[in-house]
């Protein structure tokens, strides 16, 4: 058994890592950055969408809980969000003037990119708990729809105004929450899996609305038709790197 622990802190390691994803970006000035952000944030609303409506809810409705009560999970999720991102917003107002350029999407994006990756490392831990071969498997799905996830938050943390170290920084930070799941998981063994069930819709919930009520209306912005179609394919290309997934898993 320790054996696997070992296992599941390299593997939840290797997932925090994935975050780091964003480093190719440093290489580009910040202007040309700026200047392609929105094609960024269309992979991140694809990502998230299909995150949610191709694995998230699926898993919801074939856990215990049901179709109908994780339904209403992930209408609470929607709500939870949307207070969240009103407090951030008051709180925004209230902060001093170096980070008033900050969008408060930057940080709603942080919370609940953390919020899933403590999920995350929540089911890696028990599914090393299973086995390792078990647990090795859940950690390549994790990391394959991590990949694009994580370069859409990123672009989004870049676009909410924060530079592109500290977005990395923020962003790996956000990552180690897994640590934390997998901690958890080890120490209250089964009773987290009935925990993370009620969470998980809770999450889709939140992804849905960070993609519809942050992101979205960022993309209509722009009028240029020939962009337009671009944002679509990009939407549609996160959304099928999510559906390519299940070939796998």
């Given amino acids: 058994m320790t054996i696997n622990y070992l296992y599941a802190f390299?593997?939840?390691?290797v997932v925090s890592l994935v975050s780091l994803v964003g480093v190719f970006s440093l290489s580009l000035k910040e202007e040309v950055l700026r200047k392609y952000i929105n094609f960024f944030i269309s992979l991140a609303i694809g990502a998230l969408l299909g995150d949610a409506f191709i694995h998230i809810i699926p898993e919801a409705f074939s856990s215990n809980l049901g179709s109908n009560l994780s339904s209403i999970l992930i209408i609470a999720g929607i709500l939870f969000f949307f207070i969240i991102e009103k407090f951030i917003h008051w709180h925004h107002h209230g902060e001093d003037k170096n980070e008033e350029h900050i969008h408060p999407v930057?940080?709603?994006?942080?919370?609940?990119?953390?919020?899933?990756?403590?999920?995350?490392?929540a089911i890696i831990g028990a599914s090393f708990l299973v086995s390792p071969h078990v647990g090795i498997a859940t950690t390549i799905a994790v990391v394959l729809h991590e990949i694009p996830q994580e370069i859409g938050d990123f672009a989004v943390l870049i676009h909410a105004g924060y530079t592109k170290k500290r977005a990395l920084w923020l962003n790996f930070l956000s990552a180690l929450a897994s640590i934390l799941g997998l901690i958890i998981v080890f120490i209250f063994g089964n009773i987290v899996d009935g925990v993370a069930s009620w969470f998980i819709p809770i999450a889709a919930g939140g992804f849905i609305y960070i993609a519809v009520a942050d992101l979205i209306p960022e993309l209509h912005k722009t009028k240029n038709i020939k962009h337009s179609i671009i944002q679509l394919c990009i939407i549609m290309l996160g959304v099928f790197?999510?559906?390519?997934?299940?070939?796998i898993e």
Wanted: no cysteine; proline share 0%; aromatic share 8%.
């Fill in 10 to 13: 390299i593997s939840v390691l």
């Fill in 241 to 247: 790197s999510m559906l390519a997934l299940l070939l």
């Fill in 106 to 121: 930057g940080k709603l994006v942080l919370f609940t990119d953390g919020f899933h990756n403590l999920i995350d490392g």
